[in-house]
């Protein structure tokens, strides 16, 4: 007869940690499935194309602005025809009395569903994680009609097809699209020595500043307010063409609207080139020394620990630097560094990581996207709501206040209350969620509760899978 | 006018303005109701329906007996109600209380879920789809409906004959949940921290908040719970109350939980008014505790335990059940009380006997017990 090996135990650990910290959170079977091949299984991904893939019958950022003019001239259409009505004490009733309704509430609903429905259903989860990331880094907030349908297709149309290819790339992509650009005003900023800048028309440094500050080098890295304007007068002409006023859809360089000359960045100075001025600026951001460690530590923050060891930075760094910037090898680093793959875990998860895991765990079929979006909103991270460019926080101080945490045991306890009477067997959750990392001590409390369904809230709300 | 057309205006003008009349006629409608709660958690048996009469309780239970020695409601034989049981005892005196001592669901391994399973599918291989009371109200095309977030295991199995019910603004998760996140936040005092300030904000919150949290209290339920049963179309329902695993300071635990039991059960009682004659309570838990206390003032999970039966037609006033003793060799494996009967012989003969069920239809529905033979109702 043939010996049976018993599992390695050190694979085991480390089928979990992808999962948990890496991934989105195990479904059942996720370990088992990829118990030998953790590493290569994250590796793999980072050579998908797509990276990840949405529902692409839903609207795109084209077509959302299209239905927003639309939707603009009904409304002036409406208000027209109801100046001439005669004022009737049943016009509520009257159909044709009825303002037109924005659309962009239920686009927004039905684009943020779709990620979160494919990010709770992926096997690849590792992806989508690395998406959020990025989403997060080029935080667009849904303030304003317009914003609230376009926010979710900068993450589709831009980041996605670049996740893991050049960060310029990357970073053009964005800059040209809608959501950005009209997020930080640089569709209406405008060369202040071109004949079409007024008294209250102008530069607009907005996207300039947030380039620097949030998406490249990083606050205090020793760039000045001329280098803000500088880039500001560099990508003017970066625009939005408008629907059905021009021939166009989408990004538009506007060669009349962008300032003339040369500009010096850092120190660097760029001929006038037109748009090809604003491009070769964002490339030089993109390829920045301090850009590689701004970017790398923000990576490690999301991924390991609040607290970057020096280590992982450096290697990360020299990865980014060796590769021009490459999003694969720069994962690919992450990914094969022993740091990042201590069994401590230091990451607390942010709400939305919290509630995908938690349907990941729950391996929840019949998914109420409903239920999950409401579900962000008590726990505190609706999509696209961040209302800054810098998006929601990545550090646990943010998170783990008092009343965050009650918001979660209550949320858990709910869901506990609605699936606990569902087959689930809590000694073959346990495995399935954490591997053999469950400490013996939750371990025994969780096994221990009075109830499934306190067994299940305790799981829940457990240190283990509270963080990552 | 035509005389019927008279005779239909003036019922209805009735429902309008004699609606409490109205109640009561339905009420002689007789129909025979169930209420099936169940304590998730276990509940300790011997420091609730106490033999006063065992020498050896005192020496088992140093600490956790005097507590209540000396407020002891009396019982016949010997056994005493917890003081916690105000109306239970006024129940037993009118004779509508039944309580079983050293009982047990047949299942003897001491896990809270596989115990709670065998207590609700009261099957000898639990199935988690099919329940004991679903069981019951298939053969007699009854409904039911559950007090609860889900379908429990007991109404499992008949989906068109069952529904659940829960306060819409839902509540924040019970105090033993709370109790058990902070054993569990042992080996992590930021989140220990976190939820002790949590806690102390909590109770500081404005009146409004506070009653929408008490709409998924036990009491608040037992009354919805007696409300819904009102309805025409309801001949049973499910509650539970969980809180039961005393592993720690029993004594005062144990106060409040059988407080709120005893308060619950009167507000089901009160709410059911006339309808309180026709309806058959049945109380149980998964398993009971250790006969001796443990070192933190508390019980661990042990094997026998107690059942009520209770209603206005009961045939109460007595305690059912044989004692097995507590000595060393009478108590199962030197730790637990000793069970004497099946939970089910009881349960499954007060079912018969409120439902009429025939023998045959008793089989289908608890195959594992033979029902008590004792007449379980005053005629």
């Given at each position: 007869m043939?010996?049976?090996?018993?599992?390695?135990?050190?694979?085991?650990?480390?089928?979990?940690?992808?999962?948990?910290?890496?991934a989105?959170?195990?479904?059942p079977?996720?370990?088992?499935?990829?118990?030998?091949?953790a590493?290569p299984?994250?590796?793999?991904q980072?050579t998908?194309?797509?990276?990840?893939?949405?529902?692409?019958?839903?609207?795109?950022?084209?077509?959302?602005l299209?239905i927003?003019?639309?939707y603009?001239q009904?409304?002036?259409?409406?208000k027209?025809y109801a100046?001439h009505?005669?004022?009737?004490?049943n016009?509520?009733?009257?159909?044709?009395?009825?303002?037109?309704?924005n659309?962009?509430?239920?686009?927004?609903k039905q684009?943020t569903?779709?990620a979160l429905?494919q990010?709770?259903?992926s096997?690849?989860?590792?992806?989508?994680?690395?998406?959020?990331?990025f989403?997060?880094?080029?935080?667009?907030?849904?303030?304003?009609?317009i914003?609230?349908?376009?926010a979710p297709t900068?993450?589709?149309?831009a980041?996605?097809?670049?996740?893991?290819?050049?960060?310029e790339d990357?970073l053009l992509?964005?800059y040209q699209?809608?959501?950005?650009?009209i997020y930080?005003n640089n569709?209406?900023s405008?060369?202040?020595?071109?004949k079409?800048?007024k008294m209250?028309?102008?530069?607009?440094e907005n996207?300039?500043?947030?380039i620097?500050?949030?998406?490249?080098?990083?606050?205090?890295s020793?760039y000045?307010?001329k280098?803000?304007?500088?880039?500001?007068?560099?990508?003017?002409g970066?625009?939005?063409?408008?629907p059905?006023?021009e021939?166009k859809?989408?990004?538009?360089y506007?060669?009349n609207?962008?300032e003339?000359g040369?500009?010096?960045l850092m120190?660097?100075?760029?001929?006038e080139?037109?748009?090809?001025?604003?491009?070769a600026?964002?490339?030089?951001?993109?390829?920045?020394?301090?850009?590689?460690?701004?970017?790398?530590?923000k990576?490690?923050?999301?991924?390991?620990?609040?607290?970057?060891?020096?280590?992982?930075?450096?290697?990360?760094?020299?990865h980014?630097y060796?590769?021009?910037?490459?999003?694969?090898?720069v994962?690919?680093?992450?990914?094969?560094h022993?740091?990042?793959?201590q069994?401590?875990?230091?990451?607390?998860?942010?709400?939305r990581?919290?509630?995908?895991s938690?349907?990941?765990?729950l391996?929840?079929?019949n998914?109420?996207?409903k239920q999950?979006?409401?579900?962000?909103?008590?726990?505190?991270e609706?999509?696209?709501?961040a209302?800054?460019?810098?998006?929601y926080s990545?550090?646990?101080q943010?998170?783990d206040?008092a009343n965050?945490?009650?918001?979660?045991?209550?949320?858990a306890?709910?869901?506990?209350g609605?699936?606990?009477?569902k087959?689930?067997?809590?000694?073959?959750?346990?495995?399935?969620?954490f591997?053999?990392t469950?400490?013996?001590?939750?371990?025994?409390?969780i096994t221990?509760a009075?109830s499934?369904?306190?067994?299940?809230?305790?799981?829940?709300?457990s240190?283990e899978f509270l963080?990552r | 006018?035509?005389?019927?057309?008279?005779?239909?205006?003036l019922?209805?003008?009735?429902?309008i303005y004699?609606?409490?009349?109205l109640a009561t006629t339905?009420?002689?409608?007789?129909?025979?109701?169930?209420?099936?709660?169940?304590?998730?958690?276990a509940?300790?048996?011997?420091?609730?329906?106490?033999?006063?009469?065992?020498p050896n309780?005192?020496?088992l239970r140093?600490?956790?007996?005097p507590t209540i020695?000396n407020?002891l409601?009396?019982?016949?034989?010997?056994y005493?109600?917890?003081?916690?049981?105000?109306n239970l005892?006024?129940?037993y005196q009118?004779?509508?209380?039944?309580?079983?001592?050293a009982?047990y669901?047949?299942y003897?391994k001491?896990s809270?879920?596989d115990?709670q399973?065998?207590?609700?599918?009261?099957?000898k291989?639990p199935?988690?789809d099919n329940?004991?009371?679903?069981?019951?109200?298939?053969?007699?095309?009854?409904?039911?409906?559950?007090i609860?977030?889900?379908?429990?295991?007991?109404l499992?199995g008949a989906?068109?004959l069952?529904?659940?019910?829960?306060?819409s603004r839902?509540p924040?998760a019970e105090?033993?949940t709370?109790?058990?996140?902070?054993?569990?936040y042992?080996?992590s005092?930021?989140l220990?921290?976190?939820?002790q300030?949590?806690?102390t904000?909590d109770?500081?919150?404005?009146?409004?908040?506070?009653?929408?949290?008490q709409?998924?209290?036990?009491?608040?339920l037992?009354?919805s719970?007696g409300?819904l049963?009102?309805q025409?179309?309801?001949d049973?329902?499910?509650?539970?109350?969980?809180g039961?695993d005393?592993?720690?300071?029993?004594?005062?635990?144990?106060?409040r939980?059988?407080?709120?039991?005893?308060n619950?059960?009167?507000?089901?009682?009160?709410?059911?008014?006339t309808?309180?004659?026709?309806?058959?309570v049945?109380v149980?838990t998964?398993?009971?505790?250790?006969?001796?206390e443990?070192?933190?003032r508390g019980?661990?999970h042990g094997?026998a335990?107690a059942l009520f039966l209770?209603?206005?037609?009961?045939n109460?006033?007595?305690?059912?059940?044989?004692?097995?003793?507590?000595n060393?060799?009478q108590?199962?494996?030197q730790r637990?009380?000793?069970?004497?009967?099946?939970?089910?012989?009881?349960i499954?003969a007060?079912?018969?006997?409120?439902w009429?069920?025939?023998?045959?239809?008793?089989?289908?529905?608890?195959?594992t017990s033979s029902p008590?033979?004792?007449?379980?109702f005053?005629s």
């Open positions: 043939q010996a049976i090996q018993p599992p390695s135990n050190k694979q085991f650990t480390k089928a979990t940690i992808a999962m948990q910290r890496f989105l959170g195990a479904r079977n996720d370990i088992k499935r990829i118990e030998n091949i590493q299984w994250l590796l793999n980072l998908f194309k797509p990276a990840v893939e949405f529902d692409s019958t839903l609207p795109d950022s084209n077509e959302i299209i927003q003019e639309k603009k009904a409304q002036k259409a409406f027209e100046k009505q005669p004022i009737t004490a016009m509520s009733d009257n159909k044709d009395m009825q303002p037109p309704k659309p962009n509430q239920a686009i927004y684009l569903a779709d429905q990010s709770i259903n096997f690849n989860s590792f992806n989508w994680r690395c998406l959020d990331f989403s997060n880094h080029f935080s667009v907030s849904t303030q304003g009609s914003m609230r349908g376009l900068l993450e589709r149309e980041i996605a097809p670049h996740l893991f290819g050049r960060f990357l992509a964005v699209h809608p959501a950005m650009l930080l569709e209406t405008i060369g202040p020595s071109t079409y800048a209250n028309k102008g530069l607009n996207l300039a500043r947030e620097l500050e949030l998406h490249t080098l990083g606050v205090n020793g000045q307010q280098d803000v304007t500088e880039l500001a007068k560099g990508i003017t970066w625009s939005v063409a408008r059905g006023k021939e859809e989408g990004f538009v506007r060669a609207k962008h003339p040369i500009r010096t120190g660097k100075s760029f001929p080139s037109g748009m090809k001025q604003g491009t600026m964002i490339k030089y951001l993109a390829n920045h020394p301090i850009t590689a460690r701004f970017v790398s530590t990576i490690i923050q999301h991924f390991i620990s609040d607290q970057a060891p020096e280590e992982l930075i450096n290697h990360l760094t020299t980014w060796n590769s021009n910037g490459q999003l694969s090898s994962f690919q680093a992450l990914i094969q022993p740091l990042s793959w069994i401590k875990q230091q990451k607390y998860k942010t709400p990581e919290y509630v995908i938690t349907y990941r765990a391996n929840i079929k998914l109420s996207i999950v979006q409401s579900a962000l909103s008590v726990l505190g609706e999509p696209f709501k209302g800054s460019p810098a998006g990545d550090q646990q943010d998170w206040g965050a945490l009650m918001a979660r045991i209550n949320w306890s709910q869901l506990a609605r699936k606990a009477s087959r689930i067997d809590i000694e073959t959750l346990i495995s399935n969620t591997g053999d469950l400490s013996t001590h939750s371990y025994q409390v221990r009075e499934r369904q306190q067994a299940l809230t305790l799981l829940l709300l240190p963080r | 006018m035509l005389r019927r057309d008279f005779l239909k205006a019922a209805a003008s009735l429902v004699q609606s409490p009349l339905k009420a002689t409608h007789h129909q025979p109701k169930v209420v099936w709660i169940v304590l998730r958690g509940l300790d048996s011997l420091h609730t329906v106490i033999p006063t009469f065992e309780l005192i020496n140093p600490t956790l007996y020695q407020e409601l009396p019982l016949s034989k010997g005493a109600l917890h003081p916690s049981l105000i005892h006024q129940w009118q004779k509508q209380l039944l309580p079983v001592i009982v669901s047949g003897k001491r809270h879920f115990g399973d065998y207590l609700e599918s009261a099957l291989i199935d988690l329940g004991w009371l679903s069981r019951s109200i298939k053969v007699k095309n009854k409904h039911a409906i559950a609860s977030q889900s379908t429990p295991i007991s499992r989906k068109q069952s529904n659940t019910w829960y306060p839902l924040n105090h033993d709370f109790s058990a996140l902070q054993t569990l042992q080996g005092p930021q220990l921290a976190r939820l300030e949590g806690l904000m109770s500081m919150l404005d009146t409004k908040n506070k009653k929408a949290k709409n998924g209290n036990f009491i608040n037992s009354r719970c409300q049963l009102k025409k179309n309801t049973c329902a499910m509650l539970t109350l969980g039961w005393t592993h720690k300071n029993q004594a005062g635990l144990l106060k939980q059988l407080s709120v039991l005893d619950g059960l009167q507000a089901l009682k009160t709410e059911l008014a309808q309180w004659d026709d309806t058959l049945i149980a998964e398993f009971g505790r250790t006969a001796r443990n070192g933190t019980t661990d094997t335990s209770a209603g206005g037609k009961i109460g006033g007595e305690v059912l059940g044989d004692w097995p003793g507590l060393e060799t108590l199962y494996q637990d009380l000793k069970p004497t009967s099946n939970s089910f012989d009881w499954a007060s079912i018969q006997q409120h009429h069920l025939n023998n045959q239809q008793i089989q289908q529905t608890f195959p008590y033979q004792g007449k379980i005053r």
